[in-house]
């Protein structure tokens, strides 16, 4: 696992230690809604990873996007599938996604 | 087919006639690619157009969503896919795509 | 009550009922928490609602603008508070949201 | 001028007096900075029209692209200029750009 | 005062002083009307800190979000109130504000 | 050239080989269209410049933004003419884009 990618677990665990202890209700419910939809069930769970990865990236939210590049390399999306994901994205939300395409695929070749 | 699929898919045809008839290279070079990057590949059609719906949700984009909602019909998406690329738009992009669902699920019976 | 405040509401029932009939736990959990987020709590549910409003409206959904119009005047919120929570999300989210304002202030005069 | 652009010019006036009518003040000076913003200066009203157009179009408000669209034809815009301007605001934000692009388009030529 | 506050104010003085230095009238009144909003008026600077900040946080803008995090500490925003205004942006925006809810948590501990 | 503008240049360049060298054919398809539109035409690329960089303003991409800025520098784009055009981003985009134009203005005058 490359150092960037360790570093930004350790740093979400912190984070969501940090939202959760706070003990909202509705906040723990969110959170937990955020981790259902992505179980296996109609669509297995490399689809639904390869769905919450193109959502990002149109959204251009760079933590998710690396979070959700980290489940797709989990889920043994390979190469071709990467870039077929990023370039659905890329045509659909234009070239303002494009700085997030290269810090995807960067950390895509980092994570090798 | 519904009516209100067919009145979309032919005020679609129509208009897209008036864009390219304009004759602007790199509009046709746009559009070329946005027709390109959903086909069969290392991915197949079906995930592609999934991946093309919830980023259209997402981005709550009506017009977007209602052609890859007649898509994903045409894909063999089942009833529990569709629901399950659903809830992880609406979970990714929150409750202002909800109106987006209501509609996408609308249109999603009316074809039955 | 104003017919278009009427229709609104008996057309969003009507499609929840589709999507909630649907019977996904993810979508109905979204739905539920979508509802609870605005319940009395620290803060009282008119400043939830104006919360709700704001929110919707520098997101221009004009579906979750109208409903939150709705809300508000139930819950007694003032000509001048809804013109101040109109000018800071004008100020936040831009031009882009006038065309929203203008839909919003002629549905809360339509309201009275 | 076409019916269309008629009735979204009157429609306008009647709801920004509605918005203005609430006498706001800051509501009011982002009315009047908004104006302001596209009055000849160092770049000429020309270009600013066609810098809000492209803002509006990459943004997605329909509204704003036909007063914008309406606004470049009176600065004496050229089709090939329009298909220009287009072709920029769609590579930027996307194929989410393209109802809106289709849409201006045709009024574009019903303005003719 | 924690460090990354005292920073943050330092940069916004140093970057907005070379912004209004550029003495562009209408930059000055845009500056003018986005602190006029948040005053006292019908509604409180309180409640007006709050809409302040969930709709920074529902436009994922981080240092929006800091300058209102801030501030609602300033305007003595208590812990539970600042989970509600969270839980709402959250379910209004979907996933992708919880990167921002994170840092905006881990702030608010961070200034007590 | 500033060391900041050096290094974006750097990165942008080595981040786009990565890119490209994974060899799909529709990102190159995109890459090549972003470059095409920009070409002097009917508008020329000065003009061209000021659209790019008022759209990635509004939809507040800083890369997007620092490469424009750039751009709009080599192409003789004047004081006056760059503080109308992010006069034109804010008030179209709202306050949210206050810190993406204090990051311009700051880079505009570093680039002096």
């Known amino acids: 696992m490359s150092d960037r990618v360790q570093e930004f677990k350790e740093q979400r665990i912190a984070q969501n230690q940090i939202v959760l202890g706070r003990d909202n209700l509705n906040i723990k419910r969110f959170f937990g809604l955020d981790n259902a939809v992505y179980n296996d069930g109609a669509l297995d769970s490399k689809t ?34 990467f870039d077929e994901i990023m370039s659905i994205g890329m045509v659909v939300g234009g070239s303002i996604t494009i700085p997030h395409v290269r ?4 950390l895509w070749e980092e994570m090798k």
Do not use: F, P, Q, W
Request: aromatic share 2%; glycine share 2%; hydrophobic share 40%.
């Open 48 to 81: 639904k990873e390869m769905l919450g990865l193109v959502a990002s990236l149109v959204l251009r939210c760079d933590d998710c996007i690396t979070y959700h590049v980290i489940r797709a390399a989990e889920n043994k999306v390979t190469d071709e599938e």
């Open 103 to 106: 810090r995807a695929a960067t």
